[in-house]
């Protein structure tokens, strides 16, 4: 049975992307800790990270760092975090989001039902930050 985020990659359940290429595909967390939250996922659906071979963590985390870079810049961040935890869905993700403090980083304050119109915008930023940045390629348009 395909994971949840197995058929989000494919179309079967709404997502609101800001990457997509061969391997790897970004999406808005439905969870946000903050503004812009993003979660970085193989398109093969591996369980735990320990799992993944080398080179699919390094592409991994390349693209958590562009999104990281451009979370920064768009919404005026002092860093991105970076999370890897892998008990919500079982399909390797990494968290990365907007941060300011180790406050940031507390997933019990993950928000639980956020404003659609926020998210939608929250996406349209974050792929301008990355078309802006020279990712435009790998940017959808919605």
Do not use: C
Not at 1 to 15: A, D, H, S, Y
Not at 69 to 98: C, M, N, T, Y
């Amino acid at each position: 049975m395909p994971t949840l985020f197995t058929r989000i990659i494919n179309g079967e359940i709404p997502g609101r992307f800001v990457w997509k290429d061969n391997d790897v595909v970004a999406f808005l967390s439905i969870g946000p800790l903050s503004d812009g939250h993003v979660l970085v996922v193989p398109r093969q659906e591996i369980n735990k990270w320990t799992d993944a071979p080398a080179e699919l963590m390094q592409k991994l985390i390349t693209v958590a760092q562009a999104v990281g870079k451009a979370q920064v810049e768009v919404f005026g961040s002092e860093r991105a975090g970076l999370s890897i935890a892998g008990f919500e869905v079982d399909h390797l993700h990494l968290h990365v989001w907007p941060a300011n403090s180790m406050a940031d980083f507390d997933f019990s304050r993950a928000e639980s039902n956020p404003d659609p119109e926020r998210m939608e915008a929250n996406a349209q930023k974050l792929r301008q930050g990355l078309r802006d940045a020279g990712y435009g390629e790998f940017v959808p348009e919605s």
